[in-house]
């Protein structure tokens, strides 16, 4: 398998565009989580999924940030619009029962604002 | 207070040393992991737990659940150790765990040749 995949690994936009990250999970994991990293606060959960549903968007900075998981390979993370403060790494991550089964991060997607 | 406490914050070691990463945490826990972050960004799972000790390879974890505490040690330290190593504990609640994992700041250590 070729491991949870990223896209893009790199976005440079201007406040007020929409962004859109995307994350294909491993194959068979049944768990994806959205992590955000900053100099400031560390890695943060923004949200998670199971089963193509979310389970827990408290992580969520406010309304600009959105997610979904059409299907059980595919999953996206929007912010729309974007501003300054949003710049940093994002991380998407899978695994299987995750209190019992490490998680496989991407590689990140590194995102910055103007 | 974070719950998730990691000490110390930077480390700088002689190739050869051992070194010794500590996390405290102050909630019940189904787990606790131990994760590597290299200078180019990748995150990568070392060790997962919820007791006793695990080694691989040069590190061995440990794990004190009555203290709400675990160490992570790398024996034989050498420069390509350098990277982050960030504690993070699944939290137990109501009996139940869900998914999400609390992190720590991390702990950026340097190994020096």
């Known amino acids: 398998d070729a491991g949870v995949i990223q896209s893009p690994r790199h976005e440079v936009t201007e406040m007020g565009q929409e962004v859109t990250l995307r994350c294909k999970p491993i194959s068979g994991h049944d768990y994806l989580f959205w992590y955000r990293q900053t100099m400031m606060r560390g890695l943060e959960l923004l949200i998670y999924f199971n089963n193509n549903v979310p389970i827990d968007d408290s992580g969520m900075p406010e309304d600009r940030f959105s997610a979904k998981m059409p299907n059980a390979s595919f999953s996206t993370l929007k912010i729309q619009p974007s501003e300054p403060r949003d710049s940093a790494v994002y991380f998407c991550?899978?695994?299987?029962?995750?209190?019992?089964?490490?998680?496989?991060f991407g590689p990140g997607t590194r995102l910055t604002v103007l | 207070k974070n719950e998730v406490e990691q000490s110390p914050q930077n480390l700088t070691a002689q190739e050869g040393e051992f070194i010794t990463i500590n996390c405290s945490y102050s909630v019940g826990i189904s787990a606790l992991h131990w994760l590597q972050q290299h200078p180019g960004g990748g995150i990568v799972s070392l060790f997962m737990?919820?007791?006793g000790k695990k080694k691989h390879g040069r590190l061995i974890a440990t794990i004190n659940i009555q203290e709400k505490h675990s160490s992570l040690h790398i024996t034989a330290s050498h420069p390509r150790d350098s990277a982050v190593y960030i504690c993070a504990v699944a939290p137990l609640y109501y009996g139940g765990s869900q998914g999400n994992l609390i992190f720590g700041k991390g702990t950026k250590l340097s190994v020096k040749p």
């Open positions: 737990l919820s007791s």
């Open positions: 991550a899978s695994s299987l029962r995750p209190s019992y089964n490490e998680q496989f």
